[in-house]
């Protein structure tokens, strides 16, 4: 079974300063997919960035973007020009393809950061 | 365009009462989520259905069922709730033939159980 580990429960950074989000993952499987998502306290599930397995460039969305290291089996989150709005949990998570023997999709969490913006 | 809608949001019960956690999306997705999820931890994953009229298993599924009534709806249900069930409990849903499509969320529903 995979499992996924945040080893940061809870990280800081000033406004306009970036910071980056530790995420290690284990498993045996050679294609997958990695995401990290964002719950502001509203509680919503917000998806911030998605990493194909077999893509060897590092995702990136506007001030959100990735270290991944498929050796390692690490996925990092960095957040560049921090804003207040950032301030949530940040969830990473693993997702077996289904023809690796993975099924139907399911996401295993980690057990999540909480990121303050400091203004 | 509502995605994925959870009801009820809050719900108060006492040890032993039954309830129906309801899910409804209305993106023609095809397999649909139960998780929950406990202070300090991540999502769970309960039950969940690949396609309409099937169900599995998840990572913690005893004292919970759940149905896939149709193609939008999938609900769960506590037969006689216990304190360790209270959490909160999200319902997400995934469709469309890239296997780069993500779960959408619903807001979740907060659950205490006295």
């Known amino acids: 079974a995979q499992t996924v580990t945040q080893s940061q429960p809870e990280m800081s950074v000033q406004e306009a300063e970036t910071v980056t989000l530790s995420c290690t993952y284990d498993?045996?499987?050679?294609?997958?997919?990695l995401f990290w998502y964002k719950q502001p306290p509203s509680r919503q599930m917000i998806l911030v960035i998605r990493?194909?397995?077999?893509?060897?460039q590092n995702a990136t969305e506007n001030r959100f973007s990735v270290n991944f290291q498929k050796a390692a089996k690490s996925f990092s989150l960095k957040i560049s020009d921090s804003q207040l709005g950032d301030a949530a949990m940040y969830f990473c998570a693993y997702r077996s393809e289904p023809y690796s023997g993975g099924s139907n999709y399911k996401l295993t969490f980690g057990k999540g950061t909480l990121l303050t913006v400091n203004p | 365009n509502a995605g994925v809608t959870q009801t009820p949001k809050f719900q108060v019960l006492k040890t032993g009462q039954s309830m129906t956690l309801q899910c409804a999306q209305d993106m023609n997705h095809n397999s649909m989520y139960w998780y929950r999820q406990d202070p300090g931890m991540g999502l769970r994953l309960i039950y969940y259905?690949?396609?309409?009229?099937?169900?599995d298993k998840g990572e913690v599924p005893n004292g919970y069922n759940v149905s896939r009534l149709n193609k939008r709806e999938f609900s769960l249900r506590l037969e006689s709730a216990a304190p360790s069930q209270t959490s909160v409990y999200f319902c997400?849903?995934?469709?469309?033939?890239?296997?780069?499509?993500?779960?959408?969320f619903g807001d979740g529903t907060r659950l205490s159980i006295l």
């Open positions: 997400a849903s995934r469709g469309g033939n890239l296997s780069n499509q993500p779960q959408h």
């Open positions: 498993t045996s499987e050679s294609d997958y997919y």
């Open positions: 990493q194909e397995a077999y893509k060897q």
């Open positions: 259905s690949a396609s309409e009229g099937t169900t």
